[in-house]
């Protein structure tokens, strides 16, 4: 008996064409993950609820983990991997470290994917605006202020001031 192969499925992802045998609806997290070898999207709740596995999908944050990879055809998919130019983080990953805005690290793919989402969006944002922003993606470790922190401190430096002194 012959195996007839999944459907092939192409994606762009961070700027990359993949050429993938996977089927049309399995969850794009998944593929990310298991076909791409991508690891920064976790898995957390299967839900699109905790935003550990967000992605930005044409710049706009997106839960892979409820997104069929099939309808991701013709659109950019940007994972944290993604950011980073020639070996220079993104001004968003360099804030969150400056900031020391991890303890466990679980949350911070959703939480830096989530503020580049926001910023593109929203140059200025007030922390309430960061608030709105980031309450969809759980945090458990208690790094909230470090995290609101670097958010604002990301928006400085992409409007290109310096940061403030946090000491």
């Known amino acids: ?6 459907p092939s ?34 898995y957390g709740c299967g839900l ?26 013709g659109r950019e998919i940007t994972t944290l991997e993604g950011l980073a130019r020639d070996g220079v983080l993104h001004p968003v990953q360099q804030a969150f470290i400056d900031e020391q805005a991890a303890q466990c690290g679980y949350c911070l793919n ?11 969006e929203n140059g200025h944002p007030s922390e309430d605006d960061v608030r709105r922003a980031l309450s969809g993606n759980l945090c458990r470790c208690g790094t909230h202020l470090e995290i609101i922190r670097a958010v604002l401190r990301a928006a400085e430096r992409l ?5 403030e002194c946090t000491a």
Do not use: F, H, W, Y
């Open 1 to 6: 008996m012959s195996r007839t192969p999944p």
């Open 159 to 163: 409007r290109g001031e310096p940061p």
């Open 110 to 120: 959703g939480m830096i994917m989530t503020t580049v989402a926001l910023l593109r």
């Open 48 to 73: 699109g609820q905790c935003g550990a596995c967000t992605v930005l999908v044409d710049g706009v944050a997106a839960r892979s983990c409820v997104i069929p990879a099939g309808g991701m055809a």
């Open 9 to 42: 499925c192409s994606l762009q992802v961070n700027g990359r064409l993949q050429l993938l045998a996977v089927p049309p609806d399995a969850p794009l997290l998944n593929v990310l993950r298991n076909d791409c070898g991508l690891a920064a999207p976790k």
